[in-house]
């Protein structure tokens, strides 16, 4: 009896060291889960199929791999703690299992270090809040005081309004024009129904690239706040996955070196900026 215990301990812990790794050789699949309804990154194109950048890296990281893809479109929690919670470590709570990897997470180096269930790691863009204006009616646009006084659209609930409503005391909480989506914002922005669009440079850039536009007048400061205006962009797996990690570290790495990643970011309209980070 005390050697049959001892073997399923044995056994039992075996199963938990396995990496993820072994598991998605054996299946011929890995699990990524980007965010649903977030052009130019992942979104629902003709048919109702999945496209954009995050998902041709998901696709090129999977033949890396030499794997099948299996594509998670999932719905943005109130955070990164829940997005990882749900779809990294632990998995929703009704129906569905976690994925084996999670794109465009940001990479905050603080909250990188502090999170001990996921593995936050392979920065591979850097994102910055940029502004795209009527040169006619805003002369230059070196500080955001600037925008006092006129209307900016900001996608609702965005880290744009969020700084808008915040920042500098709320002496820019009245510029603030919220939209749904940056691509709404970007339509009454051409619709002359406000002066400015404040979003991310990549969303900015992919929805004037879905309208045929130039992105001549998109005005790419780091503006300085209560908020922080440029971070790294990255994937997450869960902790504890060395192989796997290794793995995707090499696989992007070998797109980086090829061209790849920033072919797939042109086909977008997104001009990649490199992240700070090391890619790890």
Request: proline share 3%; charged share 25%.
């Amino acid at each position: 009896m005390a050697a049959l215990a001892t073997s399923v301990v044995s056994f039992t812990a075996g199963a938990q060291d396995e990496d993820r790794l072994q598991k998605i050789r054996e299946k011929g699949e890995i699990s990524v889960a980007v965010y649903r309804d977030f052009p130019p990154y992942s979104y629902a194109g003709e048919g109702g199929r999945y496209t954009g950048v995050d998902v041709d890296i998901a696709n090129a990281l999977a033949q890396q791999l030499g794997v099948r893809l299996i594509l998670n479109p999932v719905t943005a929690g109130e955070d990164s703690n829940d997005d990882l919670r749900t779809n990294i470590w632990r998995g929703p709570l009704i129906n569905g299992s976690a994925s084996d990897v999670m794109l465009h997470l940001g990479m905050d180096p603080e909250y990188v270090k502090r999170n001990d269930k996921a593995d936050l790691f392979n920065a591979y863009q850097r994102e910055t809040v940029a502004v795209i204006y009527h040169s006619d009616v805003i002369e230059k646009l070196d500080s955001p005081l600037n925008l006092s006084g006129h209307k900016v659209a900001v996608e609702n609930d965005s880290i744009s309004d969020y700084y808008l409503s915040g920042g500098f005391n709320g002496r820019l909480a009245s510029a603030a024009v919220r939209k749904a989506t940056v691509e709404d914002a970007v339509d009454a922005y051409f619709n002359n129904e406000v002066d400015a669009v404040m979003a991310p440079r990549g969303q900015l850039e992919g929805a004037l690239f879905k309208r045929k536009q130039s992105a001549a007048e998109l005005d790419i400061s780091e503006f300085v706040g209560l908020f922080r205006s440029s971070w790294d962009v990255g994937m997450a797996i869960k902790a504890g996955n060395p192989q796997l990690r290794a793995a995707l570290e090499k696989a992007l790495a070998t797109l980086q070196q090829s061209g790849q990643i920033d072919t797939i970011y042109q086909r977008y309209g997104v001009n990649r900026a490199e992240p700070k980070a090391a890619v790890k």
